[in-house]
């Protein structure tokens, strides 16, 4: 009865339209999309709330994702409660990748031969990108990145298909497209660890690294991400700045967003 109630209440052009948007919104395919880990945890992997944020997200979205990690050892193993290195512990990117995906992960080998699959790729953060997907943490300037991902990032690009990165990862994008791809923007939130929105950017200095690797810096603050339409590539500073979980989860969601609205 109360059904019958509120449907007489609607008017009919009102009921009509509702009624379009929902076959719209149903009729629109589901995307396809790569993430990209590197492990679990953030001294060592993946930035678990990051990848988990960026999973939830996507199925909000109802897309199909599809998750990728180097199948090599990890960097080193970090003790997540001391920050200190666990020098007998060896251990895989992949299989600890797996952790967050219960157990659904590819080797990144495979998406390097099937971009043509996927509407997009998104980068999680964690140091994992800066050591199992990249040098970077330990060879900064001189780094060097994995033989996967740079080629991934430049079929995604040259196949005009976007790409989303988050934390660290947007350094990824600026050591493999910033010397070939004109006018590439990217951020890792804010150039200074004093930011102008008065938050605590404590690897602030990224930036610089971005800029150096041949791409431009957007100080872009947590309550959104940097579109760079020309290039098709998202980013967010999601826990490169000392923010609650709930601001990061909602960054990365900004990422994702603007990813899937380009896709």
């Known amino acids: ?39 679990c945890g953030v ?48 251990r895989n990117a992949l299989v600890e990748s797996a952790r967050i995906t219960r157990g659904a992960v590819e080797p990144l080998d495979m998406l390097d031969t099937y971009v043509e699959d996927f509407d997009a790729v998104i980068f999680p953060g964690g140091f994992g990108a800066a050591k199992n997907l990249s040098t970077f943490a330990t060879m900064g300037m001189d780094c060097g990145i994995h033989p996967k991902v740079k080629p991934i990032l430049q079929k995604f690009h040259a196949a005009k298909k976007p790409i989303g990165l988050c934390c660290i990862a947007p350094v990824l994008a600026a050591k493999a497209l910033g010397k ?55 980013t967010s500073g999601a826990y490169m700045c000392d923010a609650k979980p709930h601001e990061v989860f909602d960054n990365v969601g900004y990422m994702v967003d603007e990813v899937l609205k380009l896709a």
């Not at 007489?8 to 929902?22: D, E, I």
């Not at 970090?78 to 666990?86: Q, S, V």
Request: with cysteine; proline share 4%.
């Open 1 to 39: 009865r109360f059904a019958v109630v509120v449907m007489h209440s609607l008017r009919p052009h009102r009921t009509l339209r509702r009624l379009s948007l929902l076959r719209y919104f149903s009729s629109q395919p589901s995307k396809n999309v790569a993430v990209v880990l590197s492990g």
């Open 43 to 90: 001294y060592d992997g993946s930035e678990i709330t990051e990848a988990v944020a960026t999973l939830v997200h996507l199925s909000r979205h109802d897309c199909t994702v599809k998750a990728f990690a180097p199948l090599q050892p990890q960097m080193h193993t970090i003790d997540h409660t001391t920050g200190e290195e666990m020098k007998k512990d060896t």
């Open 180 to 234: 070939s791809v004109p006018n590439l923007e990217l951020t890792v939130g804010s150039d200074v660890e004093e930011g102008i929105d008065g938050r605590n950017w404590p690897h602030a200095g990224a930036a610089g690294a971005i800029e150096n690797f041949g791409a431009t810096h957007v100080v872009t603050g947590m309550d959104s991400a940097h579109v760079d339409a020309n290039n098709l590539v998202v």
